[in-house]
Each structure stands twice: as C-alpha cells, then as structure tokens.
C-alpha cells in the first residue's frame, strides 16, 4: 500500500513557465488537498476536493489550478510560474465523513528562479 | 476562526532528559487536535491526535499529549528525549465539517543535544 505519492521530488522552474505536481493515492480517499509550506512556517491550503469532479479554494489559490477527474488523482497545476511560488508541495488524502485524519505525501519541492 | 500557537519555535534537549512542546489553539468548539512530525527533507508523519474521547492522547515513538480545555492547551510530551526525536513539530486544529480543513501552527523545531 503506497497511500499519497507526489512526483516529481525536485523541481527547478523559470519564471512565465508551467508545470504540473502530480498527486496519486491508492486508499480509495474522497477528500484529497494540496498545502505549500514556506521555509520557518506551517503549512496553507491551496485546494481541496470533495470526490472526483469538486474542488474548491483555500487560503492561498493564486496562481494555481487544480482538477480531480478521477478518486486516485489530484494534480496541482502552475501557469505561469513566480518565484513567490517557491516552495515545498505535499498533498493528503482523508477517507470520508468521520475520518478526519490527513496523509501526507512526501513533498515536491519547488524552485522558480 | 481556529487557530494554533506554538509558544516555542525552537527548543533544544540533552539526549534522555523530559521534551515539552507548548501548543494554546483557540475554537469556538470542542477541537479535533493533532501533532505531526516533520524530519529533514521527509514529508509529515501524524504522531497523535485528540477527537474528544480521553484527555490524555498517546501517540507513537512514545509522545503523549494532554487536552486541557480550561487552558486551551495541547502540549506534547515524551519523558526521555532520543536523537532520532530531532525534528519539527507541528500543532494543528481542524475545521469542523465535512471540509476537514487543517490549521497548523508555525512549527516548533526540537534539537537533541548528546
């Protein structure tokens, strides 16, 4: 049982460029998320899902897209890259109503230079 | 609005002496709580939490943290401090309903002295 895995590990950027985090998970989880943390800070929510075919905001969405077509995967995609969005990625996954404890993937991180 | 605060953001230990990290949260009801590790470079790791069923939570790698709710407490405990415990430490509340948004506090980064 792999639970969240996040590819790539590493990644360098520059700036205007796009790329896509991917996100898969393998526990047949409905709410799925996707926080950046910040050198010294905690993490912020940048999207959540619902199920496949929900998603919705969080605390910081600028700059970002993301899509659940199916329950497995939830990619998080950038447009066009900023340097403000250097950071480290990680994703969770919870199962339904009830659960409320979120797993973690390992983290993509990020550099835009 | 929830919120966590960690008192401390750094916190330095000899290897085998008592490891408390301080956590206050602040919700307009009763709170699920949590404590996650971080260790360099790795991803988090849940260590523990608190959904209103005993006070005294016990996690793993033998962390043990207590609800006290006249304090607006959680603070994390372990008696005796092993090098491997070097790490971050996050305090976070969740939002009531379906959502299940986390709300983390800024870190607490423990250091274990030999």
């Known amino acids: 049982n792999a639970g969240v895995t996040q590819t790539p590990k590493f990644r360098i950027l520059k700036i205007g460029q796009s790329m896509t985090l991917q996100c898969t998970q393998d526990m047949n989880h409905n709410y799925m998320y996707w926080y950046r943390q910040d050198p010294g800070m905690g993490l912020k929510l940048i999207y959540y899902?619902?199920?496949?075919?929900?998603?919705d905001k969080g605390e910081v969405p600028n700059g970002y897209n993301v899509s659940r077509s199916t329950t497995e995967d939830f990619p998080l995609r950038l447009e066009l890259a900023a340097p403000s969005q250097t950071s480290v990625y990680f994703c969770?996954?919870?199962?339904?109503?009830?659960?409320?404890?979120?797993?973690f993937g390992p983290g993509t991180r990020l550099t835009v230079l | 609005a929830q919120s966590v605060t960690q008192l401390d953001s750094h916190v330095s230990v000899s290897e085998g002496t008592p490891v408390l990290l301080r956590c206050n949260y602040s919700s307009s009801y009763s709170p699920s709580l949590f404590w996650y590790v971080q260790h360099p470079n790795k991803g988090l790791q849940l260590l523990l939490k608190?959904?209103?069923?005993?006070?005294l939570v016990k996690g793993i790698n033998g962390f043990e943290a207590e609800f006290k709710k006249s304090e607006t407490s959680f603070h994390l405990t372990k008696p005796s401090a092993h090098m491997s415990d070097a790490a971050e430490y996050f305090c976070?509340?969740?939002?009531?309903?379906?959502?299940?948004?986390?709300?983390f506090g800024t870190g607490t980064l423990l250091a274990v002295q030999p």
């Open positions: 976070v509340v969740s939002e009531r309903g379906a959502t299940n948004k986390l709300i």
């Open positions: 899902s619902v199920g496949a075919g929900i998603t």
């Open positions: 969770a996954s919870r199962g339904g109503q009830g659960a409320n404890t979120q797993y």
């Open positions: 608190y959904t209103s069923a005993a006070t």
